[in-house]
């Protein structure tokens, strides 16, 4: 396909939130940051609305339910974030790997997006249905297949969609090495990155249209409300057997 026909994607109407999971707090520089921005450009090119959330410059408490501040937390400012990110059709985890696995700030983002998984739509369905998750992971050491299935794993649990390649990465040699925004790491110039970072997000915008213009994951067996009215969508009962 021509960069002309690329351009005819109508991607207006759909919202995007990458959340950060460094451990550096602004404005310190974060490398994950620079593959954050290639992704979030190319989504602002083509219409979607974007926005960038660095989670270690929030006040995000440990904990898995929706406000800890109701579980003896001081502050908690996971339920203005969360609030944010149901409003978005895509979400990117993004997160450097430390000792071989995501970031402690990436386990924390998870464990409160758990915290919602319980809560339904208008559909009775799970309340991220409907939305499409990918991961970003950088570091100078191997890691990025075992954290990004991870981050996928977790989303796709809690009931987002995860389309082909919905990861990438860069890594440097194994051991103390350039990070991706150093001079001559050649994390920039990787192909392998440029090409995957492309492809995920095509494919994440791709996989959100289709969503939005079908008004959401097809409705029909993924009821939570109806199975807890009694529902058994063709589920097997022992006792007709």
């Known amino acids: ?36 921005d290639i992704s979030a450009s190319i989504m602002a090119k083509h219409g979607v609305e974007v926005e960038v959330i660095r989670a270690v410059d929030h006040d995000i408490a440990t904990g898995v339910y929706l406000d800890m501040t109701e579980h003896g937390w001081e502050r908690d400012e996971w339920p203005t974030i969360f609030a944010r990110l149901l409003t978005s059709d895509i979400l990117v985890l993004a997160g450097p790997i430390w000792l071989g696995d995501n970031s402690s700030v990436t386990k924390r983002v998870i464990e409160r997006l758990y915290a919602g998984s319980s809560m339904t739509n208008a559909s009775g369905q799970y309340v991220y249905y409907g939305k499409v998750g990918g991961a970003i992971i950088t570091g100078n050491e191997d890691g990025i297949k075992h954290c990004s299935s991870n981050v996928l794993y977790s989303l796709q649990h809690i009931g987002f969609a995860i389309p082909p390649g919905a990861d990438a990465g860069w890594i440097g040699e194994a051991g103390p090495g350039p990070s991706y925004l150093d001079p001559g790491s050649g994390g920039p110039e990787n192909e392998f990155t440029q090409r995957n970072t492309t492809f995920m997000t095509w ?39």
Request: one cysteine or more; a neutral charge; proline letters at 5%.
């Open 1 to 36: 396909m021509t960069e002309s026909a690329i351009r005819e994607f109508d991607f207006g109407g759909l919202r995007a939130t990458f959340v950060n999971c460094t451990l550096k707090r602004s404005p310190e520089t974060s490398n994950t940051q620079a593959l954050v």
């Open 203 to 241: 494919n994440l915008m791709h996989l959100a249209r289709l969503l939005r213009d079908a008004g959401g994951f097809p409705v029909g067996g993924n009821q939570r409300t109806e199975w807890d009215a009694g529902a058994r969508f063709d589920y097997p009962n022992p006792e007709y057997r």
